[in-house]
């Protein structure tokens, strides 16, 4: 088992384990792994032998849940870099910087985009040939921007031959 330690760390995986299993009063303990009473006491109470994650659990950002559902719709949709999302949204979202963005995305796991997202490119195919006059549309809506939904509407129009 690799197990990573913090720097300061006085326990590894087989002293937290020797803790846990040990009958020995917890100032036996310490004395004897030249620990404090407290970290015994910790250990002996928790149930997983694993270190806590130090990321706060409310994280503070000025984005709102319905900004970052539109970065991540802009990232997955389109498949847009920080910079063009940057550009796209800065209208939308006020006081957004690419710095912003990107925190966003590793949060999310799409700082680089996986595999599975650039491999699900829709494959691009050619339009039958019509006669003038046809017009082909197609609709997308977008997640919400202040609580309104909004759609995007593309265009072809058929020239003939």
Excluded at 86 to 114: M, Q
Excluded at 122 to 149: E, M, S, V
């Amino acid at each position: 088992m690799l197990q990573k330690l913090h720097r300061n760390a006085k326990t590894n995986y087989l002293i937290r384990k020797a803790i846990k299993e040990s009958k020995l009063p917890i100032t036996h303990l310490a004395s004897k792994y030249n620990i404090s009473w407290l970290t015994v006491k910790k250990w002996k109470e928790r149930v997983d032998l694993e270190d806590l994650s130090s990321r706060p659990i409310n994280l503070r950002t000025t984005l709102t849940k319905e900004d970052e559902d539109l970065i991540l719709f802009e990232r997955k949709k389109f498949k847009k870099s920080i910079e063009e999302i940057y550009l796209t949204l800065d209208d939308f979202i006020p006081k957004l910087y690419p710095v912003k963005i990107f925190r966003c995305l590793a949060r999310y796991g799409l700082s680089v985009l996986p595999e599975e997202l650039v491999k699900a490119e829709r494959k691009i195919r050619k339009f039958k040939k019509y006669t003038i006059g046809y017009l082909h549309i197609d609709a997308l809506y977008t997640p919400k921007i202040n609580k309104k939904r909004m759609y995007i509407f593309t265009c072809i129009d058929s020239e003939g031959d």
